[in-house]
């Protein structure tokens, strides 16, 4: 199982080079964490490539990536001369700074230079798109959520982030794709009960991303009946999207791509 998640996704910038570049068609960087990624729940960006053959795809989402992160692999994006570019991060920096105990993991594990803050993401987010620049085309979206229950505490802070990706988008002037909103609007059709809340503890969520992995590689399982299962309705560990969220997720992505 940990071998899956440590699996890079396909067709990123490293191994993109100019001779690729297709005579029609675009470059379109997907830059984000395991929400883009797409091994751990659904990729949105496979359908993507499915809908829009011609255009070349570089998933730029790695697993457990905070926005430092993206900061260190964003030469090779932007040395592929991307036509579109579209930015999903920041739920691991929330994740790693609900509490103490979540920060000090994230650092050691992905080997930070410090803890993940709010105050940091809010210094980092706008460098990284003013080096985004002079892409043609540029996008962010909001945050899902963690967990599925609205008003809890987990939920007011990825709020927080939200806020603040949803006004850097207005003083920047790039499109903001509001994912957070859509993603509960979707939830609103839930048709069986919510069973549980978010649990940052490590144990916790280990069991939860492992044992939807299970379930879906060796049993085949859909990650929406693994969702139900857990009583869930869009995120199947309470971080990962379904096919239903990732769904969201894709007709957004796609009216954007679609639009002069």
């Known amino acids: 199982m940990s071998s899956i998640i440590a699996t890079p996704p396909k067709d990123r910038a490293i191994d993109f080079i100019e001779s690729d570049r297709l005579k029609k068609g675009r470059v379109i960087a997907c830059i984000g964490d395991s929400l883009t990624h797409g091994n751990i729940g659904e990729c949105w960006v496979d359908s993507l490539r499915q809908e829009y053959p011609n255009d070349k795809f570089l998933n730029e989402g790695i697993n457990g990536d ?5 900061h260190q692999r964003l030469d090779s994006i932007l040395a592929c001369k991307p036509d579109v570019v579209t930015i999903m991060i920041g739920t691991n920096d929330a994740l790693a700074s609900l509490d103490k105990n979540s920060g000090e993991r994230y650092k050691k594990n992905s080997q930070l230079p410090e803890i993940p803050t709010l105050e940091r993401f809010k210094e980092l987010l706008p460098e990284l798109i003013d080096r985004l620049k ?16 609205k ?21 920047k002037n790039i499109t903001l794709l509001p994912i957070s909103d859509l993603i509960w609007s979707e939830l609103a059709n839930r048709d069986y009960p919510l069973k549980n809340d978010f649990n940052p503890k490590t144990i916790t969520i280990l069991r939860r991303i492992f044992g939807g ?14 969702s139900k299962s857990n ?30």
Do not use: M
Not at 134 to 149: D, H, Q, R, S, W
Not at 213 to 226: L, P
């Open 66 to 70: 905070v926005v430092w992160q993206v």
């Open 134 to 149: 002079n892409v043609p085309k540029l996008a962010i979206c909001t945050l899902p959520p963690i967990g599925e229950y």
């Open 151 to 171: 008003d809890s505490v987990n939920n007011n802070h990825i709020k927080n982030f939200n806020e603040f990706i949803e006004l850097t988008a207005i003083k």
């Open 213 to 226: 992995i299970y379930h879906h590689y060796v049993f085949k399982r859909s990650w929406d009946k693994i």
């Open 231 to 260: 009583g869930q309705w869009i995120l199947f560990d309470q971080i990962h999207l379904n096919e239903r969220g990732a769904k969201v997720v894709f007709k957004k992505v796609k009216e954007f791509i679609s639009s002069d």
